[in-house]
């Protein structure tokens, strides 16, 4: 990096319970992590508290990355900025009338509350045509009187979002220079500056949700990087993006609706590295925490990116995102029977505060971590998190399940705790075949992969369940998503609306597009202030057969080494429609909806080899454990897993313990250390 002072490079991940650090040390090419406990609502608090046990001096630091939620959590928990919206005049309800959808299929009833009151939408007059015409141009004295009136209506944030865009944005230009010169913050979001793309929907809410992230986001990142510089540190701080790449704190405070999955998205990216590194470049990953389990795909080494996520229902952001498939079960998802008498497990999670019953903070109905607790996975006399959770209540986990599961069911404690991580495993197991065999891929060809706290102790299950033949447990499960941090690369992301037939393709001016595209990612990655080692880009286009309403992303991988024709992008079409649907549509004209593009600077990389356990370690068992599985004990033979060498063998029924999780290996199966210090897990 800067000097021999500054070799260290940190990943920081901040989760509901802990906060995950990752540091590398670029000098002598070792890693090692650190956890502190959270600080909910003070999230900048527990980022500082983990960087002081770093080094003695923040400015040892040459690198920070962060993955955030609090991009996330803000939507999820409705705390955004209070924001207004300037619009075309007749269009003020874009927002509410979303796409005709309703929450629930059924039901004569459902209610919607947009991020933005109606009170706070305000229209003026101007028109933009469909083909990019000016039918009416901007009057500048209403939207300057709209602004103060939303200022003065105690709005922090503003966004301005006028109608076809995508096809001439020069009167929103105008406008939001004339809003910019009035507003008090910098809180000022342009809709085409955003996501200059057809479907004003879709860009509405993805404007509108950067706006009222502003202030949050914006702030939250400001105020870290002044606790670091007071610090002593002098180097970058950089911020994950939903898509895998990471970009500058500026830049995340501009766009900060590019941060809504930032956490779970460095997970992933993490996974796909160690996993390709092990010889798996097909994996799906599973991310266990506290409270939701994320599950994705990675196919020839890269994760799948998905256009466009909704947060929740109504809250859409269209910008390209890993896709993760989110459900509550967790290690603190709650276990209930209903009125039917049917055993259900979460969404409603105890989080970390008070916790599972066993935590002893007052929770007394049963989790996923008390039946786990009880059976004797998790060693209620040992503290998790490598000492920052005391030892566990494994009475209160047994109360709590015989009063909530096992007397209302009829049935022993015990088998009432296997019952409730049956239906955990099989809700896990359904979010994998979500990602998998409903996209077309067969989960027996991927690897898979959990991490998080509590994935490895539930990862000979998922293999049983969905037929997986290996599953690969990385050496520090519990910070996963602060490693991934680490080896993210830099990447930003554009789109421009083409929408003409095929035939009608201008395709020098396609060209010119692309390299106007190029030029304004390549400044975002230069204002970084970051080193590379080398600079790639994607460029594709989002295609249909006309007469169909969804877009089919088409990559041009010659688009620079040899001349775009028409004939040329055709092929590319027909072959990307057949790898999809299994057949292309004759005689039917094709469209160009979107041009995409996305610059992505390569930050070195460093061997994963470094995770790998030093010297000849230890094998010697560190006792037994009973552990009830499938009705019955089993002594279960106790390890303690990061002692283990390269080459290591242990047989099933096992229990590796480490500071940042528990793998539970189930009779009949067997695990051995890798060269970069991963459990491979297979049946015997």
Known sequence: MTSKQQSLVVGVDVGGTFTDLFVLDEASGTARIVKVPSTRGEEARGFMNGVARVADSAAAIATIVHGTTVGTNALLERKVARTGIITTRGFRDVLEMRRRDRPQTWGLRGSFTPVVPRDLRREVDERVLADGTLHTEVDLDQVRAEARALRDAGCDAVCVFFINTYANPENERRAVEAVRELWPNAHVTSASEVLPEIREFERCSTATLNASLQPVVGGYLERLESDLRAQGFGGELLVVQSNGGVMSRQTASDLPVRTALSGPAAGVIACAAIARAAGYPNAITGDMGGTSFDVSLVADGEAALAAQTAIEFGMVIRSPMIQIETIGAGGGSIASVDASGMLQVGPES?????????????????????????????????????????????????????????????????????????????????????????????????????????????????????????????????????????????????????????????????????????????????????????????????????????????????????????????????????????????????????????????????????????GKGSVAPLGTQRVFHEGSWHDAVRYARLELPVGTRIDGPAILEQPDTTVWLEPGFHAEVDAHGNLLVRLS
């Open 350 to 614: 105890a989080g970390s505060i008070p916790g599972p019953a066993c935590y002893g903070r007052g929770n007394m109905r049963p989790t996923v971590t008390d039946a786990n607790v009880l059976l004797g996975r998790i060693a209620a006399d040992r503290p998790l998190g490598g000492g920052l959770l005391a030892a566990l209540d494994a009475e209160k986990s047994r109360q709590a399940i015989e009063e909530h599961v096992a007397r209302p069911l009829g049935l022993d404690v015990h088998a009432a705790a296997e019952a409730i991580l049956t239906v955990a495993n099989a809700r896990m197991a359904g979010a994998i075949r979500l990602v998998s065999i409903e996209r077309g891929h067969d989960p027996r060809r991927f690897a898979y992969m959990p991490f998080g706290g509590g994935g490895a102790l539930h990862v000979c299950a998922m293999m049983r369940e969905v037929g997986v033949g290996t599953g690969i447990v990385p050496r520090y499960p519990g910070v996963t998503s602060a490693l991934g941090c680490v080896i993210a690369d830099m990447r930003h992301d554009a789109v421009q609306t083409i929408n003409r037939p095929l035939t009608e393709v201008d395709v020098a001016d396609l060209q010119r597009r692309i390299d106007e595209l190029a030029a304004a990612c390549q400044r975002r990655l230069d204002s970084a202030g970051v080193r590379f080692d080398a600079v790639r880009e994607v460029i594709a286009l989002d295609m249909l057969y006309a007469g169909q309403t969804h877009t089919l992303p088409v990559e041009l991988p010659d688009a620079r080494s040899k001349p775009l024709t028409v004939d040329s992008i055709r092929s590319a079409f027909e072959a990307a429609y057949a790898a999809a649907f299994g057949r292309v549509l004759d005689g039917i004209p094709i469209r160009v909806m979107n041009l995409r593009y996305a610059r992505i600077g390569v930050r070195p990389k460093f061997d994963l080899a470094v995770l790998a356990p030093e």
